[in-house]
């Protein structure tokens, strides 16, 4: 099983970003996938989720109206869209992906690190 983000780096406020996440190692259909991000010293938190089929998504409420999450399942990949973004998001961002039928099974990439500033 791997995930496997990329896509990161440094941006000025303002900017844009968007992250791919590639899965392989297990059937990518049947996993609900998120995007969660942390900084040093706070717990890692959930910014995006949708569903297994990408008919429903969520957001935390800070990135809504400036995060997009999708999914392509014939390419077993899920993308973070992100845009408008203000130092705060500055945080690795890590890919999740949960078993749809037993939330205990759940793996983790290895994250990506995003910087905003100028």
């Known amino acids: 099983v791997q995930l496997v983000e990329s896509g990161g780096g440094l941006v000025q406020p303002g900017g844009s970003l968007r992250l791919p996440c590639a899965a392989s190692?297990?059937?990518?259909?049947?996993?609900?996938m998120s995007w969660y991000r942390q900084v040093p010293g706070k717990e890692r938190e959930v910014v995006a989720t949708?569903?297994?089929?990408?008919?429903?998504?969520n957001y935390e409420a800070s990135v809504k109206d400036r995060f997009t999450i999708s999914r392509d399942n014939a390419k077993n990949t899920v993308y973070l869209q992100m845009n408008s973004l203000k130092a705060e998001d500055t945080a690795v961002y890590y890919c999740n992906a949960k078993y749809a039928f037993d939330s205990s099974r759940n793996y983790w990439g290895q994250g990506t690190q995003v910087t905003v500033s100028s």
């Open positions: 190692g297990f059937t990518f259909s049947n996993y609900v």
């Open positions: 949708i569903s297994r089929g990408g008919g429903t998504t």
